[in-house]
């Protein structure tokens, strides 16, 4: 049997770029695999955006009310269905092979989480967005080093560049209701079931 794999967004008034995204993510999803988009009560266009894009590994999901993103997220990594969980920001883009290298590391490793480096960049008046060259990557360090570095706020980990197994949820979910950023939580979990493989490309 082939493990699947749950792309998991949360999205609220990202018209202006979501699509870009979800084109970059869909690139890269076998037809088994889904995109699971749970949408926090937009007020703009963005659920329009994504229903037009006519493909059936997406799932789309809509708040009645605005919940705020960490529940968003909870919401979607709930009902995903793929052995392998990946999260992803509206307003990022995927490099090309971003998920093949995730998923074979942690299909490889014993570990049950994978945080990988990444690349910000900005977008000046109304250019297109571009790499400012500014590369955030998270450091090897023991479970007990990197969970006070990152206590400290000098151990990266971004919910966007990370993936874990299924195995996971059941330790993530539900979120701490003091949660206020889901990124601290998912890696404060892995960091406490076992550890996070690192990934030192840009992907």
């Known amino acids: 049997m082939i493990d699947t794999v749950s792309v998991c967004m949360a999205t609220h008034n990202g018209a202006p770029y979501v699509r870009a995204q979800v084109d970059s993510v869909l690139q890269q999803l076998a037809p088994e695999d889904e995109l699971v988009i749970v949408d926090d009560a937009s007020t703009d266009s963005t659920v329009a955006v994504i229903s037009r894009i006519r493909d059936p590994r997406i799932r789309i999901l809509q708040n009645e009310t605005?919940?705020?993103?960490?529940?968003?997220?909870?919401?979607?990594?709930?009902?995903?269905?793929?052995?392998?969980?990946?999260l992803a920001d509206q307003d990022d883009l995927w490099p090309p092979g971003r998920l093949k290298r995730v998923v074979e590391t942690l299909d490889s490793s014993p570990l049950a989480a994978v945080a990988s480096s990444?690349?910000?960049?900005?977008?000046e008046s109304d250019q297109m967005p571009h790499l400012d060259g500014n590369i955030i990557r998270p450091r090897d360090l023991g479970?007990?080093?990197?969970?006070?570095?990152?206590?400290?706020?000098?151990?990266?980990?971004?919910?966007?560049?990370?993936?874990?197994k299924r195995a996971l949820v059941p330790r993530l979910l539900p979120f701490p209701g003091m949660v206020e950023a889901h990124d601290h939580w998912i890696a404060i979990t892995a960091l406490v079931n076992g550890g996070i493989v690192h990934v030192h490309e840009v992907c």
Do not use: D
């Not at 990444?118 to 977008?123: I, Q, V």
């Not at 006070?148 to 980990?157: A, F, I, T």
């Open 66 to 86: 605005n919940l705020g993103h960490v529940k968003t997220f909870a919401r979607a990594i709930r009902v995903a269905k793929g052995e392998f969980i990946v």
């Open 118 to 123: 990444l690349e910000t960049f900005r977008t």
């Open 143 to 164: 479970r007990a080093h990197a969970f006070l570095e990152m206590l400290l706020g000098r151990q990266p980990y971004f919910a966007s560049s990370m993936a874990f």
